[in-house]
């Protein structure tokens, strides 16, 4: 019986991480440039995305044609997005990275008005050296999405 038991509570565990989901949503008011995500170093979408699962280490910038393949040259943002801890996301403009379009994030379900936006080179909302850690805005709500804006 107890054996029965385990297993059906390791079933039930595997479900809930397996239901563990975030997306990223872009919304860019440019009028060019293709918004990319990357993690890994490997290009995962050109537009929005989904993961299944829990998003470590991402990166999103707006490809204008003069970023680099990690975004160098241009707006970074940086993100994950996890259940059970601590989501974070943030503008980067810490060199190779510099100023290229305004950009900005919030969280939606799941701590809904909290973000951030760039609109300049100079921005303190961004980080700009490797301790800039106001510039980081932080969700616990698990299945938390991402919606990056640019040129707003």
Do not use: W
Not at 58 to 81: D, K, R, Y
Not at 110 to 125: L, M, P, Q, R, S
Request: glycine share 10%; hydrophobic share 35%; charged share 10%.
């Amino acid at each position: 019986m107890f054996s029965l038991v385990k297993s059906l509570f390791v079933l039930a565990a595997a479900t809930y991480v397996a239901a563990e989901t975030h997306t990223i949503h872009f919304d860019n008011a440019c009028g060019y440039g293709t918004p990319v995500v990357y993690q890994n170093f490997q290009k995962l979408a050109s537009g929005d995305y989904t993961f299944n699962g829990p998003a470590y280490s991402v990166i999103a910038f707006l490809q204008t044609g003069n970023c680099g393949a990690n975004g160098e040259g241009c707006t970074l943002l940086e993100t994950t997005l996890i259940n059970g801890g601590v989501s974070s996301t943030d503008v980067s403009l810490i060199p190779p990275h510099t100023f290229s379009v305004p950009t900005g994030f919030g969280y939606y379900n799941g701590c809904d008005g909290t973000g951030n936006n760039c609109n300049n080179a100079n921005c303190a909302e961004a980080f700009h050296v490797t301790d800039d850690y106001g510039a980081q805005r932080q969700c616990t709500s698990d299945n938390v999405n991402l919606a990056i804006t640019f040129c707003k």
